[in-house]
């Protein structure tokens, strides 16, 4: 659902709030005003080889320096050099990156990003990954070296963007296969086909789907289906879920089954047929038909 609607261009995304800690670099374009005792105005790129033109002073190396960090050496510099002086500099236009999509995506190949973009922000640019793709082991290589494995399901599931990298020109983000499933049917929130990660639990993959419905009860017992290594064929147990199961480990090719509360509940009965309310009523003890 996250990724049914696949771009129809892929557009670089410039028009997005620059952070204080962006990094400059060559390729992006700076517009720089002096006032005061001295007045000039230039825009301009940063060359090649990281440096900037800056009115009245110069060549000014600012390659590596983060947005917040130019400010206050051009202001520093201006402070020295020019007297009763003051200094304006802001982003007008970033530099573009070029990165690879590979592997299990939608639209595998190689994008031309802002400078900004981040590996999510790629994803959706790119139309996401495709059905045989993982979602938790997204691999982002640098110079041929792996840089970080990131987990989409802390975004889906958990809101979480704090593991979402900023990519940089000439980075492969790698969509391997799925390798490991497990399958949650029956009264869950979210029934589902779900990635699975070695060592995680009966309680990891019951959050997978939002918990259990309310009609399942106190404690619910669940249906385990699992694959014994042995002797390869299908065996079904039954798990009650607390305190002391939580902690089960759940293997690749499990699947999970849990019903509703089945019948009548407690202190109540039904009334069928010819009744002028038929319908199913609150009893007390005594009560006489």
Do not use: M, W
Not at 242 to 266: A, F, H, R, T
Request: charged share 25%.
């Amino acid at each position: 659902d996250l990724f049914r609607f696949s771009p129809s261009t892929f557009a670089p995304a410039n028009i997005v709030p620059i952070s204080f800690s962006y990094i400059l670099g060559p390729g992006d374009e700076l517009a720089v005003s002096i006032y005061g005792s001295n007045e000039a105005s230039k825009t301009g790129f940063i060359k090649r080889d990281g440096t900037f033109n800056l009115p009245l002073l110069g060549p000014v190396s600012l390659a590596g320096f983060t947005f917040t960090e130019a400010q206050k050496h051009l202001k520093k510099r201006i402070k020295e050099e020019l007297i009763g002086t003051k200094i304006s500099i802001s982003l007008k236009k970033l530099r573009s990156i070029t990165v690879y999509v590979l592997g299990e995506a939608y639209k595998p190949g190689s994008y031309t990003l802002s400078a900004l973009s981040t590996i999510t922000n790629t994803l959706f640019l790119s139309g996401g990954v495709n059905k045989l793709g993982s979602l938790r082991n997204i691999q982002i290589k640098r110079e041929g070296k792996l840089v970080t494995t990131y987990d989409l399901y802390d975004l889906l599931i958990k809101g979480d963007t704090t593991t979402d990298i900023r990519l940089q020109d000439g980075d492969t983000i790698f969509i391997p296969f799925i390798e490991n499933t497990v399958t949650l049917g029956g009264a869950f929130k979210r029934p589902h086909l779900y990635e699975l990660l070695d060592g995680e639990t009966l309680e990891d993959v019951i959050s997978f789907a939002g918990g259990f419905k309310a009609e399942v009860g106190f404690n619910p017992e669940i249906e385990l289906s699992t694959i014994n290594r042995v002797s390869n064929k299908r065996e079904i147990s039954r798990v009650v879920y607390n305190e002391d199961s939580k902690n089960k480990k759940i293997l690749n090719g499990d699947g999970l089954n849990v019903s509703e509360i089945s019948g009548l509940k407690p202190f109540s009965v039904e009334l069928t047929g010819e009744f002028k309310n038929p319908g199913v009523y609150a009893i007390s003890e005594g009560d006489t038909v």
